[in-house]
């Protein structure tokens, strides 16, 4: 098994991503998968799905089963995360990504915020790693994750026709899970067979970033009750009980 500080390497300075295996058993990756399908089906039918070209977006998960609480800050990627982003890190976003049969490449990209801003991107510090959950085997033919390996040590867009030559298809068995540096360039293949292939991404951003999905849109109060202290630090809890005492004070003391 990988150490942490071989995953960090191989993440900063190696291809840029690492795969760690059996995250999620094969049932609960299953299951997993059973309940996004369920969603997407009732987003569908309430108009309120992303559908895009084959594809679909199932946004806020956090708010959408427990099983998403416990997946995004699961103990096996939490200390390879903190080690790049610091341990106050905050939940960019948390989404199923659904690729439906005939779904094409979604387009060569970085991740926010990069894309956001000019080139040459800072190598340092990092601004954001993704995590994607292989709900089901990502194969040859279903649309697997594609990344041109040490794109993020490049601080540039990607350039298609270099992608095409370099980029490499990320296989995997269910239950495992890719992190990859948000500066690697990256896209995803064609879903070839006849079976949708569903993921969940996940972005993970530094605390100085401001979070490309708001994380307390559709809270649901029974989720914040019974958050973990860190649940509530990466939906940004804590500057949210900050800046309701900085008002109180405020408000009963006058200005400093």
């Known amino acids: 098994m990988e150490t942490i500080a071989n995953l960090v390497d ?6 840029g991503y ?3 295996p059996d995250v999620l058993s094969v049932a ?10 369920k969603l997407a089906d009732l987003e569908r039918q309430t108009g309120k799905l992303f559908v895009h070209d084959q594809k679909e977006r199932v946004y806020g998960l956090i708010y959408k089963g427990e099983i998403f609480e416990q997946i995004v800050q699961h103990p ?36 926010y915020p990069y894309w956001a801003m000019k080139p040459p991107f800072p190598a340092n510090p990092v601004m954001v790693l ?11 033919a279903n649309g697997a994750t594609l990344i041109a390996p040490g794109t993020q040590r490049t601080g540039l867009p990607p350039d298609p026709s270099n992608f095409a030559e370099t980029a490499e298809k990320i296989t995997g068995k269910a239950g495992s899970v890719v992190i990859s540096h948000g500066l690697c360039w990256h896209d995803t293949a064609p879903n070839l067979s006849l079976q ?26 029974a989720v914040i009750d019974r958050a973990s ?10 500057f949210q009980a900050a800046l309701f005492n900085t008002i109180k004070r405020i408000r009963t003391q006058g200005w400093d």
């Open 10 to 15: 191989e993440i900063l300075d190696g291809k």
């Open 18 to 20: 690492a795969l760690i």
């Open 130 to 140: 993704q995590t994607i959950w292989m709900l089901e085997d990502f194969t040859e």
């Open 28 to 37: 609960q990756a299953a299951e997993v998968r059973s309940l996004i399908i």
């Open 76 to 111: 096996a990627l939490m200390p390879v995360l903190e080690a790049i982003l610091g341990d106050d890190m905050h939940l960019g976003d948390l989404s199923a990504h659904i690729l439906h049969p005939g779904a094409v490449s979604m387009g060569t990209h970085v991740d």
């Open 196 to 221: 949708p292939r569903v993921a969940i991404l996940g972005n993970y951003n530094p605390k100085f970033i401001h979070p490309i999905q708001d994380p307390m849109r559709d809270m649901q109060q």
């Open 229 to 238: 202290p860190k649940l509530k630090q990466l939906l940004g809890m804590e």
